[in-house]
């Protein structure tokens, strides 16, 4: 009886859990403020909006991670061999001149965005953050193809994009 009542237990708990892994982006998360290099306000929607028609890989990072730091090289290798991808970088650092010298020092090819409302505003919640850095493939009619990646070197970025 103990047996069978903790199945039961750790069914309900396996189940109650929310698996899904969305292929769009909520309302919230596309109308969430994003910074760019020069100051200016935009969202995520415009963003995919001026990308549309192109795959787009997402990175979102801090100057404080040092996982960020360590997977910038394989960021550059994809970007070698995905030259028609758009790399977007989305930052949640905590404040925007961290941010900006970042961008400076480590000199990426890509669009680069702040994420005014931070690790635990809209896109944070939304995109369930837990770690950096975060990858994220979104395919030319703005579908989420790759919700989750933790490592540039992840196989899943490299099948998401052929």
């Not at 650092?93 to 931070?118: C, F, P, T």
């Not at 690790?119 to 989750?148: E, Q, S």
């Amino acid at each position: 009886m103990k047996r069978s009542l903790l199945g039961l237990l750790i069914l309900l708990m396996v189940s109650s859990c929310n698996w899904e892994r969305p292929t769009e982006f909520s309302e919230g998360v596309l109308n969430d403020e994003l910074i760019t290099i020069s100051g200016n306000s935009t969202t995520l929607n415009q963003v995919l909006e001026a990308n549309k028609g192109k795959d787009i890989l997402i990175d979102i990072w801090a100057t404080w991670c040092k996982d960020c730091m360590v997977g910038f090289p394989d960021v550059r290798d994809l970007q070698k061999q995905f030259p028609d991808v758009q790399f977007i970088f989305l930052s949640v650092d905590r404040n925007a001149n961290a941010w900006k010298r970042g961008v400076e020092k480590y000199q990426l090819k890509g669009e680069h965005y702040y994420i005014a409302s931070g690790w635990d505003g809209v896109t944070g919640d939304f995109v369930r953050l837990n770690w950096i850095p975060r990858y994220m493939v979104i395919d030319k009619n703005g579908k989420i193809k790759l919700f989750k990646a933790t490592k540039a070197t992840d196989k899943r970025i490299k099948d998401a994009l052929l």
